[in-house]
């Protein structure tokens, strides 16, 4: 299902994956891609909003995995846009490898894990994947893209995890923080470095954020993370 969280901001929300599809003048941003699977329910929510051919400028991913990545390819080549993402994770998109950035998972875990995903067809297949447009940096302004924000680097979750501060005081996070019902808003729970992690949530602590919107969650004021933190 999809949700409008403001008048710009659409939650695009399959299999507890958010996209956020933003809208700049008459053109569109959107944030991270999906599960390939459910690409037939993010494109209607796309189309039914006014994505067309030549209006979605950007396709701007937090991080390399397949959750976030799965519709890069189809997305860009449909509507004629541009994928963006932090030149750690490229390694992820261009081999389809959610280990290739990340150290901590032994041999046996990965295979498992890659086993797993294979089974229930929730990998990224060879079809999609791809090397993006632009790479970005930490502190890089968008505005040059006809989008009123900076790249913020939060490694931890991956090597080459980001995310979006608006003008507005609206953060795109990915999969560091996320909210769900019952627990609220609290870190990510798939740590790679706990250290990087550590120092990205410090970071974006110092921050001027209003809301921040999750890769997994509802979006939700970063008000009732810190004072939940301490």
């Known amino acids: 299902m999809s949700e409008t969280t403001s008048s710009q901001i659409q939650t695009i929300a399959f299999r507890g994956v958010n996209c956020y599809l933003i809208k700049t003048n008459s053109e569109f941003i959107l944030v991270d891609s999906g599960f390939s699977n459910q690409r037939s329910n993010i494109e209607n929510a796309l189309d039914k909003a006014g994505v067309q051919p030549g209006n979605l400028r950007m396709i701007l991913l937090t991080h390399g995995d397949f959750d976030h990545t799965g519709n890069c390819v189809y997305f860009r080549d449909k509507y004629q846009s541009k994928i963006a993402m932090h030149q750690e994770d490229q390694g992820m998109v261009e081999n389809g490898d959610l280990f290739f950035s990340r150290k901590g998972r032994n041999f046996i875990v990965r295979t498992i894990t890659k086993l797993i995903l294979h089974i229930f067809r929730m990998n990224l297949k060879k079809q ?103």
Do not use: C, Q
Not at 137 to 146: A, H, R, V
Not at 177 to 198: I, T
């Open 128 to 230: 999609d994947h791809f090397t993006p447009d632009i790479n970005l940096k930490d502190g890089e302004d968008l505005s040059k893209y006809g989008f009123s924000a900076k790249v913020v680097h939060i490694p931890g979750h991956s090597k080459g995890s980001i995310a979006f501060l608006t003008t507005e005081e609206k953060l795109f996070i990915g999969d560091l923080l996320e909210n769900h019902k019952k627990r609220g808003p609290v870190k990510g729970p798939l740590v790679d470095d706990s250290v990087e992690f550590s120092v990205s949530i410090d970071k974006v602590k110092t921050l001027p954020i209003d809301t921040v919107y999750p890769g997994h969650g509802k979006p939700f004021p970063m008000i009732n993370f810190t004072n939940k933190e301490g």
